[in-house]
């Protein structure tokens, strides 16, 4: 699960802290690597000291642990002291089991649903931007132009852009699609998934003999990628909407960023995996390219978990896993990109090179270095093992 090629990066050692706003504020100097080598840099200086029972090697670990948070609370104290232009989002959380999303007839529900959520959410104070699910609309747009004419109307009617996921057909090829209803515009955007799930929404070259035997979770005819890193003008501020699993892809969020985003709206649908922790891992994502790009993310997932996080990675609002309910917060457009949304993972593989071309040169010097001392009695041809700083 820690990979990038077929699967996604879970369960690294930063995720521990993601909830702890401090912690991960280096992650826009270093991704979320820096945070994992920060608490691993301290546990491991710590393990050290108790295996030589020495307290003099707890120095580096606090040195670590002084520098990792005294920026964090910098970096905090830079935010708390003001902002950019403000907008208001709403967000609707219809939380439609997965098994009820292919009953018949749930499809339709389901858009009425999200209908009437956001009716009285913008009933009770104007809203700048309503956000969806992925699953909201389970219907491809492109075969119901009267679906397409309810929702610009729905758009013009409580006068702010809607975003929701929605399949799309173009030329016979399928696409997980982002939409944005404008006001007066109608459907005007689209965002096509780059990042698809293995099996989930295309058959890997090779493996359509593995989905022929979970066909309960292969279903339909599979996705294609999309190729282009659409920003939504249409929005209130530019935003980028990477779909799902895409929020873990630091990368793909940094070129998002890159092409001009300056919103992060994260559609997604959890409800294949029921309850546990899985909906609160990954919301936490949402929290790391927070960080790593400075710029607030609006997520909105079918069962949650739902929520605003802002350009520091603090949690704004949140609907629970599970639950039906509408949330409504500001978020403000995000200023310049920081080190690591610019830079990405280059100074990391920089520092591993050094690393790795550190310790090949020790290597080497430790096997050179017996040539020129007096061997010990009794070693036939090398001195006698020496322990090595661990």
């Known amino acids: 699960m820690r990979g990038a090629l077929l699967g996604v990066p879970w369960l690294l050692a930063a995720q521990t802290v993601a909830r702890w706003p401090i912690a991960v504020q280096v992650a826009d100097a270093g991704g979320q690597y820096a945070v994992s080598f920060a608490l691993l840099a301290i546990a491991g200086g710590a393990g050290i000291a108790l295996r030589r029972r020495d307290a003099r090697v707890l120095v580096a670990p606090a ?47 389901n858009v009425a649903r999200h209908e009437r959520a956001t009716r009285a959410l913008v009933a009770e104070a104007p809203i700048d931007l309503v956000v969806w699910s992925e699953t909201a609309v389970d219907i491809d747009l492109d075969d119901t132009p009267g679906l397409v004419r309810q929702l610009a109307r729905l758009a013009d009617e ?3 852009p809607i975003v929701t996921g929605a399949p799309r057909t173009k030329d016979g090829r399928h696409t997980n699609a982002v939409v944005l209803f404008a006001p007066g515009a109608g459907l005007a955007e689209s965002y096509d998934k780059q990042r698809l799930v293995p099996f989930s929404e295309y058959d890997p070259p090779g493996f359509g003999w593995l989905a022929k035997l979970i066909p309960d979770v292969v279903k339909g005819d599979p996705y294609v990628p999309g190729t282009t890193a659409t920003i939504f003008g249409a929005a209130p501020l530019p935003l980028a909407a990477p779909v799902c699993f895409e929020i873990t892809d630091a990368a793909l969020v940094r070129r998002f960023r890159a092409a001009g985003a300056a919103l992060l709206v994260n559609v997604s649908n959890d409800a294949w995996f029921g309850p546990g922790g899985y909906p609160q891992m990954h919301f936490d994502h949402a929290i ?7 710029s607030a993310v609006v997520r909105g997932a079918n069962t949650g978990i739902s929520g605003v996080v802002d350009a520091a990675g603090r949690v704004v609002a949140t609907i629970p896993a599970f639950e039906e309910g509408v949330l409504r917060a500001e978020v403000t457009a995000a200023g310049a990109p ?17 690393a790795l071309g550190g310790l090949a040169a020790a290597r080497m010097r430790r096997r050179a270095a017996p040539a020129s001392r007096p061997r010990r009695s009794g070693s036939a041809s090398r001195p006698a093992a020496r322990g090595r700083a661990r």
């Not at 690591?340 to 920089?350: C, E, M, S």
Request: no cysteine.
């Open 63 to 109: 040195l670590v642990a002084a520098l990792w948070l005294g920026y964090g609370a910098a970096r905090l104290a830079r935010f708390d002291a003001g902002g950019g232009a403000r907008v208001a989002v709403g967000v609707v959380q219809a939380s439609v089991p997965q098994a009820e999303r292919f009953q018949p007839g749930s499809a339709v529900r």
């Open 158 to 160: 409580v006068g702010a």
């Open 288 to 294: 790391f390219r927070a960080v790593e790009t400075r």
């Open 338 to 354: 920081p080190l690591y949304a610019r830079t990405g993972d280059a100074p990391l593989a920089l520092a591993l090179t050094a």
